[in-house]
């Protein structure tokens, strides 16, 4: 079993279901990637996964156990991380801050966490007196991811985390999201650039109306001529 698996997932937000018996899992060490077209469900699965959203069926377990009941503090305090796709930083703080805030959960001297932050962001450690809200949008992107990685998850989980970014800017946050990975962690994102996603994932999903439509390895994704034609492109 992987170390999060949100099975047959169903529910919406009290009309009708938007989560139509998904199942989404992503092993330790492992980048799984979902996309799909626009109202497609991505993020509700995505906020289902972190207790942000009732499900009417279906379960989520996190490294085997049963996490379905859990608030989304709750999970936070069980390793999982999650960077929503705006309003993730506090503007009005400086980096550091808001990498310290990241830790507030934490009891331990957290400085060294910070410093291996700082080296995976290394513009984080240029900036880390400036105030968030002075900083690009890809900068702010390294904040919330950072932020994020101040309680060590084991999972992190982010939505859209390319929204309104350069291409240079994308390629170089998920270069960070294969570093990321390769320490161990589970790194789920929901994404609109399907294509460069499925180029860094482990696994892939392809949603449409809430159900798996396609899922295989980035690679066989990319590969196969029916989701080329009718999710990437051509």
Do not use: W
């Not at 156990?65 to 991380?81: C, F």
């Not at 890809?138 to 990685?149: K, L, T």
């Amino acid at each position: 079993m992987s170390h999060l698996v949100g099975k047959d997932m169903r529910g919406g937000y009290g009309g009708a279901d938007i989560l139509n018996g998904c199942t989404i899992e992503v092993d330790k060490g492992q980048i799984a990637v979902v996309v799909g077209p626009n109202g497609a469900g991505k993020s509700t699965a995505m906020k289902a996964l972190f207790g942000m959203l009732n499900l009417r069926e279906g379960a989520v377990t996190l490294g085997g156990e049963d996490i379905t009941a859990l608030s989304p503090q709750d999970r936070v305090a069980k390793e999982m991380a999650f960077v929503p796709q705006t309003n993730n930083v506090f503007a009005g703080m400086t980096v550091e801050e808001n990498l310290e805030m990241g830790a507030y959960l934490r009891h331990d001297d957290f400085t060294g966490t910070m410093e291996e932050i700082f080296d995976l962001f290394p513009i984080l450690a240029e900036k880390r007196k400036q105030y968030a809200g002075e900083l690009s949008g890809g900068q702010r992107q390294q904040v919330a991811v950072g932020r994020a990685m101040m309680m060590q998850p084991s999972v992190l989980m982010l939505d859209e985390p390319t929204a309104g970014v350069s291409p240079i800017v994308m390629d170089e946050l998920f270069d960070r999201m294969i570093a990321i990975k390769r320490t161990g962690i589970a790194v789920l994102i929901v994404e609109q650039n399907a294509r460069q996603a499925l180029e860094i994932a482990d696994i892939g999903y392809v949603l449409v109306s809430g159900e798996n439509r396609y899922t295989d390895s980035g690679a066989a994704l990319l590969a196969d001529p029916e989701v080329r034609r009718a999710f990437l492109g051509g």
